[in-house]
């Protein structure tokens, strides 16, 4: 089984990465391959909506989104996390998941959201990473309370003070390995989903 962590912070080890490794640390007790992956500080831009990537499962743009779909594709379980930037996630990670959830390669994989934060903000931009995973079929694995973290964003060392924030991440890297056992153990397919029906507001017309 893999697993891989997303880093949504342009601090490469910052926050937010203090908290990815605090799940990573679970993932390998277990003996599952866990991988972080830095989305970095280079430009990625937004979806242009070309729907080249509904042909190709791929994006034109050539950039860290490509690079994580080639690793996407044999993952078994996900790991988002972000910094708070005016109560929600950062800019480049939004346009990154705009992008990689449009190809549409996450259907049945189990999926956690993690926020670091300073102070606020911190409920709304866990709720803005999960709602990515509830319209892509995927199982989302909770805690014992939000998975969020405290400390400010280039200072790791801050958040080792976050005892609360630290357990509940490793709850809930605890609840994926179970869910992750727990989906091979039990070997079934996924659904068989009806064809979409997709329809505007307007007069319930098919679009």
């Not at 342009?10 to 926050?15: A, D, F, L, R």
Request: proline content about 4%; hydrophobic content about 35%; overall charge positive.
């Amino acid at each position: 089984m893999k697993i891989m962590l997303v880093n949504g912070s342009p601090h490469e080890n910052g926050s937010t990465a203090r908290a990815l490794k605090e799940a990573q640390s679970v993932f390998k007790k277990h003996e599952i391959a866990a991988t972080i992956f830095w989305i970095g500080i280079e430009p990625i831009a937004g979806c242009t909506a070309c729907k080249t990537c509904q042909s190709t499962g791929r994006c034109y743009q050539k950039d860290q989104v490509n690079a994580f779909l080639e690793k996407a594709e044999d993952t078994d379980g996900f790991v988002f996390a972000s910094p708070v930037y005016f109560a929600g996630i950062t800019g480049p990670l939004k346009c990154f998941m705009d992008r990689v959830f449009y190809c549409g390669v996450f259907s049945g994989k189990p999926a956690a959201a993690i926020v670091s934060c300073r102070r606020g903000g911190a409920s709304t931009a866990f709720d803005q990473i999960n709602k990515y995973f509830q319209i892509r079929n995927m199982p989302v694995v909770s805690s014992q309370y939000w998975n969020l973290i405290h400390g400010n964003g280039n200072r790791p060392d801050e958040t080792e003070m976050d005892l609360e924030g630290l357990q509940t991440i490793r709850t809930m890297a605890e609840n994926m390995v179970w869910l992750l056992k727990s989906l091979k153990a039990g070997g079934y397919e996924l659904p068989q989903y009806e064809k979409r029906v997709r329809t505007d507001f307007i007069r319930g017309r098919e679009i």
